[in-house]
């Protein structure tokens, strides 16, 4: 039976067929994989998924985290799914030989943990910020730092988390009141809270270690004093071994509508719960420089933001799947025009509406599945393509597309879990069928990391005018190259270039409107309806490029078929939304800026 959790046949399309993974296996960094190699990973990756994480998703979700006062509680499955996932080396899939790691392509090893977020997204989190925190590390840590806690992570002993927000300052970092007083050792003493940390406290591993944004007395005002710490829950010796219980105290788990099986928390740093030393004051380590944590920190931002629209794709695709497996199977009623209520019933997939939105759910969660292997692929010309040029344009690409590959994924691969409980009727609304779960953890993505207000802000207001727009154009000219292969290409390819060239050309022209006279306030009034737009133009050229990947028409097999068929429908009934978009914004529409807040 094929697996109701990703498309394995989707997959190897998307890696092979059109991002040409095997050839780079011609570059140093891989020279020691080969297509076998990828291939055996993502089979390992499936059947760890599939046998480890998928059975306790829905135990995890009814049995929720618990802390008594002294500690925190989950079933017992989560640790030994996780001490399965450890054993397979594939938390360090992407990272380099030298730490540890398989050295395989960033497009594999996303691949290979889609299978993890798609068997079981709160169980998957917990190496999911543990690899963030390691990376991030990797890049501004010191060797020591990295010796101490870098490893162990990659190893599974410990954990990692991020922790930014606080219950006044929520996504605005500029108010943090974390403060870190440096000692005579060169460490620092934490004091403050820390709200919303996912993987803040259990006891899956040996240790937790927090990066902490937290201001070092007489720091400048604002984003430019944040420093960044490393705070283990314990204190780590010289040597790696254990030693005192820091002095970081869980406050409180949050409860929320998904992600059950991941703790969320609330911790307070340095309030005397534990005296290392013998006094209190929750002790760490700054990494790099002072005052640099706000960009240091975004290294991992970023980083789980692609991974929050990855997790969100993978829970759309895993609901897409298993309402098509319904729809196959679930026979009632007949088609229209069958009078006779002798006659048999036939399966809800022969109805047109069930199929409509089988095929809509198809068109997101395949497109939004492309663009987040797309964006890996950039991270391997950013590490590996042998021109600087070509390393620096990837780099670019990628920061342009980043807000929308965590966004687009997460409204409307949640739309797609819509959909699917729709498919199942009545059942869909019952704990009987998985997909109401996988709605309810969906909809946490379009705030994870960053709401889509401020993603839209980031697009609009910083991705799409750096470097004097350079941003912009590239990714304007990137599409268009597309557009010219398809074009030549000729038949239906070309004529959905031309539908595709239009949208483009108005991409460039609104963003250029809605700067026209740099009335910042204007220009962002309508930044969420900016990236959505975009966001809708993005996935229709993913959809594009797919098609160019494909056989011939009137060639290849049902899945050449159905590929084709949901390009036509997003280009169709999807990428036909952008208009009305496009004329609000081309408007400077002021009805939500001129709204007072006495008015509601």
């Given amino acids: 039976m094929p697996s109701t959790l990703l498309s394995r046949r989707d997959l190897d399309f998307l890696l092979h067929d059109w991002l040409r993974v095997s050839q780079l296996v011609e570059r140093p960094r891989y020279a020691e994989h080969s297509r076998e190699t990828f291939d055996d990973a993502l089979d ?14 829905r135990a995890a979700d009814l049995a929720e985290p618990t802390f008594d006062g002294q500690r925190v509680r989950l079933i017992p499955q989560v640790r030994a799914a996780l001490d399965s996932f450890a054993e397979t080396g594939l938390l360090t899939a992407g990272l380099d030989s030298s730490v540890g790691g ?15 977020q798609a068997a079981n997204v709160a169980t998957s989190a917990y190496p999911f910020l543990t690899l963030g925190n390691a990376n991030l590390l990797l890049a501004h840590g010191s060797a020591e730092q990295v010796d101490t806690y870098v490893r162990p992570m990659l190893d599974g002993r410990f954990f990692g988390t991020m922790c930014l927000s606080e219950p006044h300052a929520g996504s605005s970092l500029a108010d943090i009141t974390t403060r870190a007083e440096p000692q005579s050792d060169g460490s620092y003493r934490l004091f403050g809270t820390k709200m919303w940390i996912s993987g803040g406290d259990h006891e899956l591993a040996e240790n937790i270690v927090h990066l902490v944004l ?43 509508m ?20 013998g006094r209190p004051g929750a002790v760490g380590q700054l990494v790099g420089p002072p005052h640099q944590g706000l960009a240091q920190m975004f ?22 799947l298993k309402s098509l ?53 950039l991270l391997d010309e950013q590490r590996t393509a042998p021109a600087e040029a070509d390393r620096e344009r990837a780099h670019l690409l990628l920061d342009v597309l980043t807000p929308i590959t965590k966004s687009w994924p997460s409204q409307w691969c949640l739309t797609a879990n819509d959909l699917a409980i729709q498919v199942l009727g009545g059942a869909g609304y019952t704990r009987d069928h998985d997909v109401e779960q996988h709605y309810r953890d969906n909809r946490l993505n379009p705030i994870h990391e960053g ?23 590239l990714l304007t000219t990137t599409i268009e190259d597309t557009i010219e292969r398809a074009r030549k290409a000729g038949g239906e390819a070309a004529d959905l270039a031309d539908r595709l060239a239009e949208t483009v050309d108005r991409v460039t022209s609104v963003t250029a409107r809605l700067w ?16 959505e737009a975009v966001g809708h133009v993005v996935i229709a050229w993913m959809w594009l490029e797919q098609v160019l990947a494909l056989p011939p028409e009137g060639t290849g097999d049902a899945f050449h078929a159905g590929k084709r068929q949901a390009a036509r429908y997003f280009f169709a009934v999807e990428l036909p939304r952008t208009g009305p978009q496009f004329d609000l914004l081309d408007s400077r529409d002021r009805t939500t800026l001129d709204m007072r807040p006495d008015w509601f």
């Fill in 451 to 473: 709401t889509h207000g401020i993603q839209a802000l980031d697009l609009l207001g910083r991705k799409m005018t750096m470097q004097g727009g350079a941003g912009l154009t």
């Fill in 516 to 531: 026209a006279d740099g009335d910042l306030v204007l220009a962002l009034a309508n930044a969420s309806a900016y990236l």
């Fill in 258 to 277: 998904g992600f059950r099986g991941t703790t969320n928390t609330l911790l307070s740093f340095g309030d005397g719960g534990h005296t290392p030393g």
């Fill in 44 to 57: 390992l990756a499936e059947r760890v998924a599939t046998e480890q994480f998928a059975p306790h998703n």
């Fill in 325 to 377: 497996a319904y729809a196959r199977e679930r026979p009632q009623g007949r088609p229209v025009g069958a009078k006779d209520p002798a006659t048999p019933q036939v399966p809800i997939i022969d109805h047109p509406d069930v199929r409509r939105m089988l095929l809509a759910q198809k068109s997101y969660v395949e497109g939004a599945l492309a663009l987040v292997l797309y964006c890996a692929r």
């Fill in 102 to 116: 398989l050295q395989l392509p960033h497009a594999v090893a996303a691949a290979c943990f889609a299978w993890f």
């Fill in 299 to 320: 290294h991992m931002m970023n980083e789980a933001r692609i991974g929050v629209g990855a997790g969100a794709t993978a829970l759309g695709y895993t609901g897409y």
């Fill in 214 to 256: 937290a201001r070092i007395p007489g720091a400048p005002p604002g984003v430019k004093g944040i420093s960044l710490f490393i705070v283990p829950k314990v204190l780590v010796g010289a040597d790696g071994s254990l030693g005192e219980r820091n002095d970081v105290v869980l406050a409180g788990l949050n409860h929320k």
